[in-house]
Each structure stands twice: as structure tokens, then as C-alpha cells.
């Protein structure tokens, strides 16, 4: 049996969570500390500090998974919108703090890559990961292997355009109609105000849904729909054998995915959708860090191969 051990570090927006993760994915130790976002300087400083905690000789690598797009040829961090981040060479710092090997991915792909080495994914060669949460995350795995587009960057499913000229999409993204503006936690909580009043978030709107509140539930519907018009697409597209769906807003369950794989079938080509099994991730919050876990491992495994 492998004695190897990583630390894998979910940088979230408003916490850190970091832990030290075996070779089959288990955490054996766990840190979690507010992330503190004030000043590139202090949010560093917290990494730090949540590594130091985790720190020890028999450590071979960290990974990170960061809610940003990355360049994995710098290893620099490319767009952010909730964290300090953007336009530091994140992985060389790290290196240099560590001395370790680090590895860097965005938060949504090492969710894929965790629930596909050991959670609701396991033993599937091609997959598609979505995360709902207050955006929309996308991840792929495809033949075997994480697949991040040309330079790292890609996979970025949360912004492929559902409906052209549509609303604006959030944060940095110039773009309309995508997915993230129509199905996200926020997404949830707009349209839920607008209907309910401000006291009503994404969380309460599924609340009511799930007591059979009417207007809940058609609100859920829509957004379950232009869901499943992203998995229609992603099935053509991909063929996956599993769409797992994770985030925050994955509680919402059924009442948004049953109408997404009605309006997923209706937008596959013929015998396709059967192929595609929609399901709930199964990691939870620790997803995350479990990911960057694997990632790290993944940074040793390129590392041997060059040797
Ligand atoms: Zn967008």
C-alpha cells in the first residue's frame, strides 16, 4: 500500500478549506479557515497558513483548486471575480513558499476530477461535471483523462449561451443568455425575489418548492429547463456516460433536474439522451479539496513521467 500523502486546497470565496488526502482520496486531517479577501497579500497569507497546519515531512506535493480560468503553461490565474488573485503567477509562488510540487486547477474541474477518482463517477471514462453554486461551473473528463482546452482555461461550461441576446451574465463575462445568468444559485435568487420579494433566496425557493408551493415550483421548472437545454447540447456534443451536477444549489434536486432531463432529451439528437445519466454529486462541500488533492497527485505522476 502507498504511504503517499498530498494536501489538496479548496480556496473558496468566502473559506478555505484544506486537507491532507491519500492516494485514494481519502481525508485523513482537515483545516478550514475564513478565506481572507481584503488584499491579495492577507489571502496568501491565509494559504499559508491553512498549509503550514497541514504540513509535514512525508507531504510530496499540493494542489489547489482555485475559482478562477488558469493558464497551466504559467500557471498564472487568468480571471477571477470573487478573490484577489488575478494576474498572479499562483503556482510559482506556491513552489517557492513550499519547495514542494504544486499543481493549480480551477475549483470546478477539480470537482470532476474528484467525483470521477472516487465519488458518483468512479469507473466512467467520460463525463461532464456542473457545479451550481453562486456561478456555474463546468468540468470534463473525457477518454479517461481531465480535459482543460488549450492552455487551461477551457471547460468553462457555465458560460455556453442558451439563449442568444438573453440577459447579461455575471461577474467579468461580457457575454448573454449563458447558463450561469439563467440556472445559478444567484440566477435562483433574482428570479426569486422578483416573484417573492427580497427575503426570498435560492435556498427558500427551494424550500418552497419542496412544500408544493406553485409558484416555487414553476420557477424551479424554468430554471431546470434552460438547465437540460445545456445538457441537450452537452450530450450532442460529448456523449458522456454521466452528467453529475454538484454546488450549493444541487439541493434543489429533482425539482430542477427532472425538468432538465425532459428538456435535455427534447434537444438530443435520436437515442442519445438514453445514454446520459444525469445525477447528483455525491462528495459534497469536500469535493473541492479532495480534487486538488488529486491534482497534486496528478503533478507527481507528470513529474516521474519527464524524469
Ligand atoms: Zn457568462
Redesign the pocket.
Known sequence: MSTSKVIGVDVGGTKILAGVIDPEGKVLERVLIPSPTDSTEALLDGLDQAVTKLLSPEIEAIGFGIPSSIDQRSGMVLGTVNLPLQGLCFRQRMRDRFELPVGIDNDANVAAIAEWKAGVARGANDLVMITLGTGVGGGLILGGKPYRGSVGAGA?L??MVIRQDGVP???N???HG????LASGHAATLAAREQFGPEVDARELVKRGEAGDEAALALLHKIGESLGAAFGSLVNIFNPELIVVGGGFAAAGELILAPARERMALESLPNMAELTRVVVAELGPDAGMIGAGFVAYETLENAAATL
Request: aromatic content about 8%; overall charge negative.
Open positions: 468553462e457555465g458560460h451574465c455575471y461577474g463575462c461580457p457575454g449563458h447558463l450561469e445568468a
